[in-house]
């Protein structure tokens, strides 16, 4: 029977941590588990949490470390894995009650390399489905180019159970907080030689308006585009067929960003506009390509991106009226 490690990367988690921790002992339906809680140099009462789960849960083990970002802690993580596979959870997250039985069920009949499940989107406590449009047994190409298109297959690994071997070469950045998930899967998803998919939503990813994810300058816009621009050429230098919406959407980001636009700007716009012309006929033709993003692009080539931009302005404050109004009337 495969045993499960789960990591649990933890900064001021108080309020959110306990729901986390107890929705996975709820679904427990045996303790061949180890719930790995690393806590990266909290301010609020998330250790002293932690330390009562640990004093009542044999199977759980918490670490304390300074501030160093998710990078830091989930490599730390790594170090005190004794499983055969291994789950990630963030602390605001949660997961359902099948979550446990359906990974070991899948883990125990096929051996995968990877396992992955449908999610519920999360916001203000409605969850929303989101199925990923793959069969039950999946090759690494169809896994790789779903990847690229970034639909509902999105590049984090909370929805993902590995191999735990995979990781013993591989860590997570710790100086650049973003797309640590991505930087990983890019080098990991290669060696997937056996994939499982089950179509059950079995994690809640809530959305929380307050992450670094939506507080993004055009630098780390920037830096984002050359992480994805890095896993493109190296898919495509192996042979595997890759979509090139994944980094059409960092670029159409980087351009419609409403934040300053910096001294880089105007020569960045330059290779963005070189990159949509060489690639013109797969982003106007293909429909893998979101029609917002062909739009977008479309609208960068002929060089009147800032009407596009004044308008998708004009559209949100529209939409931000009307919903304050909807909002007054009940």
Known sequence: MSKLSVIIPAYNGGKTIGKCLDSIINSLTDQNVEIICIDDGSKDNTWKILQKYEKNYKF???????????????????????????????????????????????????????????????????????????????????????????????????????????????????????????????EITPSFRNIRHSKKCLYCYVQNNNSLTHNL????????????????????????????????????????SNTEKNIDFYNRGKIIRRFLREHKKEILLNDDISKKNRIKALCTMLGIENLLRFLLYLKSKINESFKKKLGAVH
């Open 217 to 256: 300058n055009r630098n780390i816009l920037w830096k984002n585009g050359e992480i994805v621009k890095k896993r493109h050429l190296r898919y495509s230098q192996m042979g595997l067929h890759v979509s090139v919406n994944d980094y059409l959407m960092q670029l159409m980001n980087y351009v419609y």
């Open 60 to 186: 759980i083990a918490i670490v304390h470390k300074e501030n160093g970002g998710v990078g830091s802690a989930r490599n730390l993580g790594l170090k005190y894995v004794t499983g055969d596979y291994i789950a990630w959870v963030d602390s605001d997250d949660y997961v359902t009650s099948e979550w446990y039985s359906v990974i070991q069920k899948n883990l125990n009949n096929y051996q995968p390399d990877c396992f992955f499940f449908d999610y519920f989107i999360t916001t203000d406590g409605k969850n929303s489905p989101r199925h990923i449009r793959l069969p039950e047994v999946v090759s690494l190409q169809d896994f790789v180019f779903e990847q690229s298109l970034e639909r509902e297959l999105k590049n984090f690994l909370c929805n993902q159970v590995i191999r735990a071997e995979l990781f013993h070469d591989v860590k997570f950045n710790e100086t650049y907080h973003m797309l640590e998930d991505y930087e990983v899967l890019t």
